[in-house]
């Protein structure tokens, strides 16, 4: 699927970009599914806002719960003062999350392609296996930031082989929150682990460690921005900085992305997200329709 010069840029940057990846109407059908798994879902009393804000990050049940469901997270800014949506609901979702690729039928189809799995091997994942999935719906005017990070702190492997697939389901501006990079800033070294803390001790919750107090880059000045049109896939390597901004614009930003680990890695207990044991991970390409 690769040329040598789209891998040599990957390892030197970190990212790739790959512009067409997905045809229109796969974008479009994964859209409407995800606008149809909002219309069916019903919150529960305890709101789930998401964040990856260090000082906020979310400890409830229905996270840590999320690695092997289909579940709907608020946006933080979609509750007025009388804690009631300031929109409608179906305009209020942060994200979808976290096993529609295996649980649905309609994302599972999206994911699990000979084509995603190519991309996977030319890149060194040869045994990919799909461990998290999420929609993200950057909501008209109050979709959030999501600071500045490296997947492998949240989806940590030993060794680490967290590798992201991200999916332009709308194009992604500067105006509506796209995807900012750090070119280089995979080979900078893994700052913080994100624990549980239910492995380790009686309470159940999540922990920052830190490894490496050297700063991320500072958004945006550091960054680069990836506008991209709907159907582009950028390949995030799982240690590369990376940052959105807040939308304030009148136009929404969807995305879809899988996040996949090696087989051959070990994956610690004490990381956030654990599958219940009937749902094993599977291969990236072994549902390939
Ligand atoms: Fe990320």
């Not at 964040?51 to 400890?59: A, Y």
């Not at 840590?64 to 608020?74: D, Y």
Request: with cysteine; glycine share 6%; hydrophobic share 40%.
């Amino acid at each position: 699927m690769l040329s040598p010069e789209q891998i040599e840029s990957f390892r030197r940057d970190g990212f790739l970009v790959l512009e067409e990846f997905v045809e229109s109407d796969a974008c479009a059908a994964l859209r409407a599914r995800a606008i149809e798994i909002v219309d069916d879902w019903q919150p529960s009393e305890t709101r789930t806002a998401f964040t990856t804000i260090e000082d906020e990050s979310p400890r409830n049940a229905e996270f840590l719960a999320s690695g092997g469901i289909v579940w709907c997270f608020f946006e933080e800014e979609a509750f007025g003062p009388d804690g009631q949506l300031r929109q409608p609901k179906e305009l209020s979702i942060n994200k979808i999350g976290h096993a529609m690729h295996d649980l649905d039928p309609v994302f599972e189809r999206f994911t699990y392609t000979s084509r995603l799995a190519e991309v996977a091997a030319d890149i060194g994942l040869v045994d990919a296996l799909a461990l998290q999935s999420m929609y993200i719906f950057k909501q008209p005017s109050i979709g959030g930031e999501v600071t500045c990070h490296q997947d492998a702190t949240f989806l940590y492997t030993e060794p680490i082989s967290v590798t992201g697939f991200w999916f332009a389901i709308e194009d992604a501006t500067l105006e509506n929150g796209c995807l900012w990079a750090a070119p280089g800033g995979h080979r900078t070294g893994l700052r913080q682990l994100f624990k549980r803390t239910g492995a380790m001790t009686d309470e159940d919750g999540t922990v920052i460690e830190t490894l490496d107090p050297t700063p991320l880059p500072t958004p945006p000045d550091d960054l680069v921005p990836l506008e991209v049109p709907a159907g582009t896939m950028v390949v995030l390597d799982g240690q590369l900085p990376h940052w959105s901004g807040a939308n304030r614009s009148a136009h929404s930003r969807h995305a879809y992305t899988v996040h996949c680990i090696s087989a051959a890695a070990d994956y610690p207990a004490w990381n956030w997200l654990q599958r219940p044991a009937d749902m094993p991970l599977r291969r990236l390409a072994t549902v390939a329709a």
